[in-house]
C-alpha cells in the first residue's frame, strides 16, 4: 500500500513562504518523477513543479523564480519552497508519484492560503 502524506500547507500573508513536504511510503521499486499539482476553488488541477529521477525540474510559468522543488531519494520525499507568495497561489496543494512499471499515487492535499 503506496500513501503520499503532505504537510506544510497553511495561512500566510503575500511576500511570505511556506515550505510543503510530502513523505511517500510503502513498497515502491523506483520513484520516477515527483510532482506538485495545485486546485484553486473553481478551477482545474494544475501542474506546478515536477522533479525526475535525476533531478531535473519544470516549473509552471506562474512560479518560475518563486518556487523550488526538491527531492530526498533516501527519505521517499519531496518539498516544495514557496517564496514570494501571492494570493493567487492560494490553493490546495497536491503530491504525485510515478513510479517504475506504471502506477501513479496522488496525496490528501493541504490548504495554502495566502491573504493579501
Known amino acids: 500500500q503506496v500513501q503520499l502524506v503532505e504537510s506544510g500547507g497553511g495561512l500566510v500573508q503575500a511576500g511570505g513562504s511556506l515550505r510543503l513536504s510530502c513523505a511517500v511510503s510503502?513498497?515502491?521499486?523506483?520513484?520516477?518523477?515527483m510532482a506538485w499539482y495545485r486546485q484553486a476553488p473553481g478551477k482545474q488541477r494544475e501542474s506546478v513543479a515536477h522533479?525526475?529521477?535525476?533531478?531535473?525540474?519544470n516549473y509552471a510559468d506562474s512560479v518560475k523564480g518563486r518556487f523550488t522543488i526538491s527531492r530526498d531519494n533516501a527519505k521517499n520525499t519531496v518539498y516544495l519552497q514557496m517564496n514570494s507568495l501571492k494570493p493567487e497561489d492560494t490553493a490546495v496543494y497536491y503530491c504525485?508519484?510515478?513510479?517504475?512499471?506504471?502506477?501513479?499515487?496522488w496525496g490528501q492535499g493541504t490548504q495554502v492560503t495566502v491573504s493579501s
Open positions: 504525485n508519484i510515478v513510479i517504475s512499471f506504471g502506477g501513479e499515487f
Open positions: 510503502g513498497t515502491i521499486f523506483r520513484i520516477r518523477t
Open positions: 522533479i525526475t529521477s535525476d533531478e531535473r525540474t
